[in-house]
């Protein structure tokens, strides 16, 4: 309002409707635009609400993912970012968010698992079975499908 106030103080003056009204549609008017852009913004990401989906797995052995060593022990995986999934140690703060692509569809959660291969003496989580679809890390994305004689798989369990 003090924008307002500012602008029309010579209209005493020189008042005109014209500039009054040409005066007030060059305040409103980006008021407004910005007032619309916030409000599609706000209803865009309501449709775009993603199901958090979470699930648990014992792993017997070391492994590695997007490039960090994990000891053997209880797991939490989770869907909560798009476009990844987030590993998390139970009971540390040991955790890391990894890139994936979705490449087949979702499997019952009793034949949900997580694959592991074995290169250079250390298995890399390389895909994700679960009721998301058939998730591939990125970083192993290159060896999608591949099977091998060491290859490993730990049962995915959902709550």
Same mark, same amino acid.
């Given at each position: 309002?003090?924008?307002?106030?500012? $602008?029309?103080?010579? *209209?005493?003056?020189?008042?005109?409707?014209? /500039?009054?009204?040409? =005066? #007030?549609?060059?305040?409103?008017? &980006?008021?407004?635009?910005?007032?619309?852009?916030? +409000? +599609?913004? #706000?209803?865009?990401?309501?449709?775009? !609400?993603?199901? @958090?989906?979470?699930?648990?797995?014992?792993?017997? *052995?070391? *492994?590695? !993912?997007?490039?960090?060593?994990? &000891?053997?022990?209880?797991?939490?995986?989770?869907?909560?970012?798009?476009?990844?999934?987030?590993?998390?140690? /139970?009971?540390?703060? +040991?955790? %890391?968010?990894?890139?994936?692509?979705?490449?087949?569809? &979702? @499997?019952?959660?009793?034949? !949900?698992?997580?694959?592991?291969?074995?290169?250079?003496?250390?298995?890399? +989580?390389?895909? %994700?079975?679960? @009721? $998301?679809? /058939?998730?591939?890390?990125?970083?192993?994305?290159?060896?999608?499908?591949?099977?091998?004689?060491?290859?490993?798989?730990?049962?995915? =369990?959902?709550?």
């Amino acid at each position: 309002m003090l924008i307002i106030a500012r $602008l029309t103080r010579s *209209f005493a003056r020189e008042a005109s409707l014209p /500039k009054l009204t040409h =005066v #007030l549609n060059s305040v409103t008017r &980006p008021w407004l635009a910005a007032s619309l852009a916030c +409000l +599609l913004l #706000l209803l865009s990401g309501a449709g775009l !609400a993603q199901t @958090v989906v979470r699930s648990g797995a014992s792993v017997p *052995f070391d *492994f590695w !993912a997007q490039g960090q060593k994990f &000891p053997a022990g209880d797991y939490l995986f989770d869907s909560e970012f798009p476009s990844t999934i987030s590993i998390r140690a /139970k009971g540390t703060k +040991l955790s %890391v968010g990894t890139p994936r692509i979705l490449y087949g569809d &979702p @499997v019952k959660k009793e034949d !949900a698992k997580l694959l592991f291969a074995r290169r250079d003496d250390k298995y890399y +989580l390389t895909e %994700v079975w679960g @009721v $998301l679809g /058939k998730l591939v890390v990125t970083g192993e994305y290159e060896h999608r499908g591949e099977k091998n004689n060491e290859q490993r798989e730990v049962r995915l =369990v959902y709550p």
